[in-house]
């Protein structure tokens, strides 16, 4: 390597992760707003439970607070942010210089995603810009963390420091492509996988046993994804309208089950028993828990699941 990159501050998550333990991620949504008061109190409520917080990139395609700003916000108040970074609406330059202002407040965590088409937001006469695909863009943050190299090919002058991470959907169609598909993303230099919200428990593990039969759950991290239901018309929504999610009859049937106030207690109980049933998964190194606009309940999850105390890096 052309470049020092001994001034960057390793990855609290990696260091983690290659010490052998479960790790814990969450993530928080920034607010439709300037005021960072916003995203820090969501940080507040998870920052004992989790080892790191994935602040989100206008999720939805709609107009929020950017990641980045919200990263620096909580990398400035002690907390461990996932920068997390989609190529809907930006092009290699602003990408590449974006890693390098997460990098010069050492943010050393970045998830790379494709992003939610903008026809979903509220912006969908904007236009989208993937000048790179979510591959592209693990490729590229390799090439400057690893050669100290721009694209373009000239030296970066303290190269990002990034620990890599991108996204999986073990539930999309075709099944069949679901494990390729990885596989292309750990060729790519992809160091941790976080995945869709799992319900269908027996889907994903035959998700699993693919990846394990490739060698793939030795070659990266893999975070399994959680996100509690609030409702059974949530858990409706999530099964009927959502591309990409799987939820069984059955799970939508015990939401249904239960009085409609404390729908929101079975929607915690089954994230619960979930993460304890995943935990016994070979392959599976921790939980990315999802708790949209939820953040108060994540402790509890946490500490029942029994992934609390956290170990320290």
């Not at 439709?32 to 004992?48: P, T, V």
């Not at 993937?130 to 090439?143: A, H, P, Y």
């Not at 509690?228 to 858990?235: D, I, L, N, T």
Request: charged share 25%; hydrophobic share 40%; with cysteine.
């Amino acid at each position: 390597m052309s470049a020092d990159v001994s001034t960057n501050t390793p990855s609290k998550l990696e260091k983690i992760l290659r010490a052998g333990h479960l790790a814990v991620t969450s993530e928080c949504g920034p607010p439709r707003g300037s005021d960072s008061a916003a995203i820090l109190k969501k940080a507040e409520m998870i920052k004992d439970h989790v080892d790191a917080i994935n602040i989100t990139d206008n999720q939805t395609s709609v107009t929020r607070l950017c990641s980045l700003a919200s990263c620096i916000h909580l990398k400035l108040a002690g907390y461990e942010p996932v920068l997390q970074m989609v190529v809907r609406d930006r092009n290699r330059i602003a990408l590449q210089s974006d890693l390098l202002g997460a990098a010069s407040f050492d943010i050393n965590n970045v998830l790379c995603l494709s992003g939610d088409h903008q026809a979903f937001g509220d912006n969908p006469q904007g236009q989208n810009v993937f000048d790179l695909d979510s591959m592209q863009l693990i490729q590229t943050v390799r090439l400057m963390r690893d050669d100290g190299k721009f694209l373009g090919g000239d030296e970066i002058k303290r190269p990002p420091r990034m620990f890599v991470g991108a996204a999986a959907n073990p539930f999309a169609d075709p099944f069949e492509i679901r494990v390729p598909r990885l596989a292309k993303k750990i060729a790519a230099g992809a160091e941790f996988i976080q995945t869709q919200c799992i319900y269908n428990l027996d889907k994903f593990k035959e998700w699993m046993k693919q990846a394990r039969d490739r060698g793939l759950h030795e070659k990266v991290f893999i975070l399994a994804g959680l996100t509690p239901f609030k409702s059974a018309g949530m858990a409706k929504y999530m099964k009927n309208r959502v591309p990409g999610m799987d939820v069984p009859d059955e799970v939508v049937k015990r939401m249904s089950g239960v009085p409609k106030e404390k729908q929101p207690e079975e929607g915690i109980k089954i994230c619960i028993e979930s993460i304890q049933r995943l935990k016994e998964v070979e392959g599976v190194k921790g939980f990315h828990i999802m708790a949209i606009e939820w953040e108060e309940k994540v402790p509890r999850i946490v500490e029942e699941a029994g992934l609390y105390p956290r170990p320290q890096a």
